[in-house]
């Protein structure tokens, strides 16, 4: 009897189910490319490279300044006392030092702009990417960075780039 009844509520379940067989949609989107190619990625480049190039002249001029201070330092060796040429040294050594301080602090300044300017190329994409979603139906858009194999037609990067483009012409770096 408690077989029979095992049977039927099997027989139950099996004839009453429903079989759903859901189809997710994915896509993969390089944004490495789309950092590196699209106008506003260009443009962020293009800024921290005029940024960059008037801190390495000011360092180059900074640079030569402590070089011939240096060398005049070097030619009053034999001719100042052991105190006075000490003095001047250890004037010069921390020349030097808030020199580096402040080549260091231009250089984390300028890596946490390109961050900061990554970030906001990041969030205008963002929007492009959900709206790309929805108008073509895609369940999931995944970074192609975390990809091992996947089929060229799931690639959707040069869609993107191409929509990024008209969208977001420049970011501004700050």
Known sequence: MKLDLLYKVLLFFFLHSTYSYGETTTAFVDVEIIMNKSTAGISITNQL???????????????GELKIKEEKIIS?????SNEEF?????????????????????VQDSNQKLFKARADLLNKLTPILTNYSTDKSIDIIIPKKNILIGRT??????????????KVKTIKIK
């Open 76 to 80: 009053q060796k034999n001719v100042l």
């Open 153 to 166: 037609e799931l690639d959707i990067t040069n869609e993107i780039l191409e929509i990024f483009n008209k």
């Open 49 to 63: 490279s005029k940024i960059k190039n008037k801190e390495i002249e000011k360092f180059k001029k900074s640079e």
């Open 86 to 106: 000490e003095k001047k040294i250890l004037f010069l050594r921390n020349e030097i030092k808030n020199y580096n301080v402040s080549r260091n602090k231009i």
